[in-house]
T-cell receptor, first 115, second 112 residues
Framework: DAGVIQSPRHEVTEMGQEVTLRCKPI?????LFWYRQTMMRGLELLIY????????DSGMPEDRFSAKMPNASFSTLKIQPSEPRDSAVYFC?????????????FGEGSRLTVL | AQSVTQLDSQVPVFEEAPVELRCNYS??????LFWYVQYPNQGLQLLLK????STLVKGINGFEAEFNKSQTSFHLRKPSVHISDTAEYFC??????????WGAGTKLIIKP
């Protein structure tokens, strides 16, 4: 069984550029999560989708960040324009959704460096 | 509000020695408790979870954890560690909704 697939694994870009991170959740999973991990702040939930609908985006840092889930098998997290403080590892995770007990299946992450 | 405290940011231990990674939480309601492991340059994966029932929970790779309601703790243990256990370990709490509250993580450093 394929796990959660994220791309790119590594991205180096310059300040001001647009960055798009991609995620394919596990087939059959109804919930999708985007997390950000940094040394200073640890793991932060950015946004949570259930059945392709954004349920909680209170963790999205600011308007420069946006996320979409056009269908059950694909999601994107976009940063425009990017800033050096956005440098982090971004994880996508999925699970079965409603009624699930909290077990999350994580992708391997996208390491973003903004110069 | 819920919170999770992992008391040690790093735990060095000799190979084949026992280890305990500590986790305390605060919550006013029943919770589900989790330990996740993150190997270098990888995502997190579930090590074990407590939902209900027996307070001693066994997970993968020989790890176990004990839920102590009176002390609001969920410490992770392994009787004999291996070099391959080198990783960061995260404790997390869920109040039956989608939101997991994460601890800051504990890096397990195995000394040869």
């Amino acid at each position: 069984d394929a796990g959660v697939i994220q791309s790119p694994r590594h991205e180096v870009t310059e300040m001001g550029q647009e960055v798009t991170l991609r995620c394919k959740p596990i087939s059959g999973h109804n919930s999708l999560f985007w997390y950000r991990q940094t040394m200073m702040r640890g793991l932060e939930l950015l946004i949570y989708f259930n059945n392709n609908v954004p349920i909680d985006d209170s963790g999205m840092p600011e308007d420069r960040f946006s996320a979409k889930m056009p269908n059950a098998s694909f999601s994107t997290l976009k940063i425009q324009p990017s800033e050096p403080r956005d440098s982090a590892v971004y994880f996508c995770a999925s699970n079965l959704g409603t009624g699930d007990t909290g077990e999350l299946f994580f992708g391997e992450g996208s390491r973003l460096t903004v110069l | 509000a819920q919170s999770v405290t992992q008391l040690d940011s790093q735990v060095p231990v000799f190979e084949e020695a026992p280890v305990e990674l500590r986790c305390n939480y605060s919550s006013s309601v029943s919770v589900y408790l989790f330990w996740y492991v993150q190997y270098p340059n990888q995502g997190l994966q579930l090590l074990l979870k407590y939902l209900s029932g027996s307070t001693l929970v066994k997970g993968i790779n020989g790890f176990e954890a004990e839920f102590n309601k009176s002390q609001t703790s969920f410490h992770l243990r392994k009787p004999s560690v291996h070099i391959s256990d080198t990783a960061e370990y995260f404790c997390a709490v869920s109040e039956s909704n989608y939101q997991l509250i994460w601890g800051a993580g504990t890096k397990l450093i195995i000394k040869p």
